[in-house]
Nanobody, 129 residues
Framework: QVQLVESGGGLVQAGGSLRLSCVASGRTFSNLGMGWFRQAPGKERVFVAAISKIGASTLYADSVKGRFTISRDNAKNTVYLQMSSLKPEDTAVYYC??????????????????????WGQGTQVTVSS
């Protein structure tokens, strides 16, 4: 029902910046909460950032707080992840995800991958030292 396509990944040196984009189609974008997750080599997929349906609320993992910024443009059906001061430990495949749920329960669970109904294919981010 919802298709997500990520772009913007690549190779960057430590201290550099990248901007990831995720374009959604298939339903009204403003009805979807959006999140970013990442999976490093040999590790499980973990939460990175989330943004509410109209962008009023954001949440970040402690590991990226102060360095990454999540935003959305509902007119373009797009969510962004601006990454700065990148570190080698940021190297991972980055996935965008969409959640159609709403209410307190959905809000509380927004750091967990189980709350998201749709996932993109991922984009590789590699940070060299």
């Amino acid at each position: 029902q919802v298709q997500l396509v990520e772009s913007g990944g690549g190779l960057v040196q430590a201290g550099g910046s990248l901007r990831l984009s995720c374009v959604a189609s298939g339903r009204t974008f403003s009805n979807l909460g959006m999140g970013w997750f990442r999976q490093a080599p040999g590790k499980e997929r973990v939460f990175v950032a989330a943004i509410s349906k109209i962008g009023a609320s954001t949440l970040y993992a402690d590991s990226v707080k102060g360095r990454f910024t999540i935003s959305r443009d509902n007119a373009k059906n797009t969510v962004y992840l601006q990454m700065s001061s990148l570190k080698p430990e940021d190297t991972a495949v980055y996935y965008c995800a969409a959640a159609s749920c709403s209410g307190l329960g959905c809000f509380v669970l927004r750091e967990r991958d189980v709350v998201y109904d749709y996932w993109g294919q991922g984009t590789q981010v590699t940070v060299s030292s």
